[in-house]
């Protein structure tokens, strides 16, 4: 049974799959080989997702989500949703347990959700290309990600009805993919900037097929979007000042600056100077109509934003120093994502690590094609890959005075597991309050929280005298669990970090169901239209075949009768297209099946 392997992104989503022993990229419906990760309902009810969803986007703007990926796992007052808030024309609203959710046609989702969809758009595209269902999947995500963000993706792939096999950190998909059957030993550097998110992770990978990442960090709020901001409020501000209108205060010109930055930006890559022109970005109001037209050029644009790819380096600095190297060390660097495309990021890159970036990867497909890799891998289906990753935040615990104890520190390679002694500091305790944390500050209040729990019962005895052992376990998708054991009792307790992806099991099983229901109806449309497209290249083929035999049998009156029957075949087949009835189009199919072969025996006979 095939594994595929898909590339979550936060613009674009890529599925691949092994075939015949190598990694191959799926190209979707319309021909592309990445699908937009933008889902849409339409006004009448419709879900609409990849290239369709993002052409309706300037018409829809309230209810087309694009860049989900931002706020996966994340607390609705967190910094980056406010801030993600400013910009998007989307609706986005606090959820029961303080999460996030967008509100489509007055129908709130949560952002698991919004990614399930976007998942079983991918596994249809795969479908569609291998001609079976699929059910398992290995998934990749920022090497960044923080454990709510992992957990939300898990329960994505829960919605989705899909069995994910493997939850893989993005660069180290890159890896993967870069040093398979490449029968090299070297020190890679994997700069991956994308839509949304930076990862940097510096792997070895060896001859026998081994890839150790030594370290891996990054910031899981850097990335294209971050730069296409830049030009929308370059926009805002020029047009503000000269028109004195906030443009801010309408989503459809928001939605059309959106596009319009981001389309100015990728033009920037090959251009020197690029034109932005939204003819009545203001339709009415006091001044009457207004259009915008700005020029920009590379320089301008790389001014605005040389503060956010010197960020990067910086996390390139930290990655390096983290696997213990320096920069004469690294033996080759893949630029992964998008936003490596960019000029400006290429030519610092390349400055930084003092060598040309690697060629032979494709930016935006190498990590879909990793992950294809590691699903075959896990299948049994070729070799093991010998793989150790790391962890890219530190965990531990809050103790008095606001201090994080770190328990498993950041580059700490997974799967782990790491007990530690906790004794009680007042005689007499009966529970010990443990409080999990996540990240880098030395101060706890500055670190995310991931659980608190209780371990109760424990003997009244003097302080220090009773004690609980807590393991901190991340497992190979990188998903952080805590069990604590009374060492007097032997009474073990597992915790769940569950607490706040933001759903529970009941919610994720009715989010499944729903789900599960869109991909029959999904699988359903898709059938349909290959039937169509089977009809209509059959018409054309057997139009066409019927003057070739007109002419080659022109007096035989046999002939004549079966050509006419073919043509009155390819005419009825038309109509019912023109109908779209699904049930006689079957009919005509086959019906346009008897007719070709037998027209051909016409021309092949009058060919002899
Ligand atoms: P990914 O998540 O890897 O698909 O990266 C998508 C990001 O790359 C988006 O922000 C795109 O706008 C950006 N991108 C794609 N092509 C280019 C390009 N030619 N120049 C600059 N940025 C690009």
């Known amino acids: 049974m095939t594994v595929i392997g898909i590339d979550l992104g936060t613009t674009n989503s890529c599925v691949a799959v092994l075939e015949d022993g190598s990694p191959k990229v799926i190209a979707n419906r319309v021909g592309y080989k990445t699908t937009p990760s933008v889902v849409a309902v339409t006004a009448n009810g419709k879900r609409v997702v990849g290239q369709i969803a993002s052409r309706q986007a300037i018409t829809n703007p309230e209810h087309t989500i694009h860049a989900a990926k931002r706020l996966i796992g994340r607390k609705f007052d967190d910094e ?57 999947a290995v998934v990749t995500v920022p090497a960044y990600f923080n454990d709510n963000q992992r957990q939300a993706v898990r329960d994505a792939g829960l919605i989705a009805g899909l069995q994910v096999l493997r939850i893989i950190n993005e660069p180290t998909a ?10 090299t030993d070297k020190v890679i550097a994997v700069y991956d900037m994308g839509g949304g998110t930076f990862d940097v992770s510096i792997v070895k990978v060896t001859r026998n097929g081994t890839f150790s990442v030594l370290s891996t960090t990054g910031d ?6 971050d730069f296409d901001e830049r030009i929308m409020a370059w926009l805002i501000r020029g047009f503000e000042v000269q028109r004195k209108v906030d443009l801010r205060r309408s989503p459809i010109a928001l939605q059309r600056l959106k596009q319009a930055a981001q389309k100015a930006k990728c033009e920037l ?28 050029t590379r320089p301008q644009f790389e001014k605005l934003t040389a503060d956010l790819v010197k960020r990067s380096l910086v996390i390139c600095q930290k990655a390096i120093a983290a696997a213990k190297l320096t920069v004469d060390d690294v033996d080759e ?30 930016p935006d497909e190498v990590v879909a094609l990793g992950a294809a890799i590691q699903g075959s891998a896990l299948a049994d289906e070729i070799e093991a890959i010998d793989l150790e990753d790391v962890t890219a935040h530190s965990l531990g615990i809050a103790t008095a005075g606001d201090h994080f104890d770190v328990i498993i520190p950041a580059n700490t390679g997974v799967p782990v597991r790491v007990p530690s002694l906790f004794t009680t500091h007042r005689d007499n305790q009966d529970a010990l309050k443990i409080v999990v944390l996540q990240g880098e500050s030395e101060k706890a209040s500055e670190n995310t929280l991931l659980q608190d729990f209780f371990v109760r019962g424990l003997r009244e005895a003097k302080a220090g005298e009773v004690e609980v052992e807590v393991a901190f376990t991340i497992d190979d998708d990188g998903i952080f669990s805590v069990s604590a054991k009374d060492l007097e009792t032997g009474e073990e307790t597992r915790i769940e970090v569950n607490a706040d992806s933001g759903l529970d099991a009941e919610e994720i099983q009715q989010m499944a169901d729903e789900s599960s ?9 898709e059938a349909a239209e290959r039937l169509r497209q089977g009809v209509e290249a059959l018409v054309a083929e057997v139009e066409r075949l019927s003057e070739q035999a007109e002419e080659v049998a022109a007096d035989d009156p046999m002939a004549a009768l079966t050509i006419s029957h073919a043509e009155n075949a390819a005419a009825q087949a038309k109509r019912a297209l023109e109908e779209n009835s699904r049930s006689s189009l079957a009919e005509h199919l086959v019906m346009l099946e008897d007719a070709k ?10 060919a002899n």
């Open 517 to 525: 229901a869109f991909l029959e109806e999904r699988r359903a449309e």
């Open 80 to 136: 980056a949703v406010q801030s993600t808030m400013q910009h998007v024309s989307y609706q986005i609203a606090p959820g029961p347990y303080g999460d996030v959710r967008v509100v489509l046609r007055g129908k709130q989702y949560s952002i698991p959700e919004i990614s399930a969809i976007l998942l079983q758009e991918m596994r249809v595209v795969a479908e569609e290309h291998l001609g079976h269902e699929v059910e398992r």
């Open 597 to 606: 072969a037998m027209i051909e025996k016409i021309v092949h006979r009058g």
């Open 174 to 183: 890159a890896a993967i993919a870069y040093g398979f059957h490449r029968n």
């Open 333 to 362: 660097v893949i630029l992964v994502g998008g936003m490596t495309r960019m000029p400006a990021v290429q030519a610092q890159v390349e400055d930084f690590f003092k060598r040309k970036p690697c060629k032979g990867v494709h």
């Open 269 to 296: 890559s090959t251009l020197d100077r690029t034109e932005i022109r939204l003819p009545f970005i203001v339709s009415s109001g006091p001044t009457g109509p207004l259009n915008m037209h700005y020029a920009i």
């Open 220 to 225: 899981s709020f850097l990335g294209g979007e």
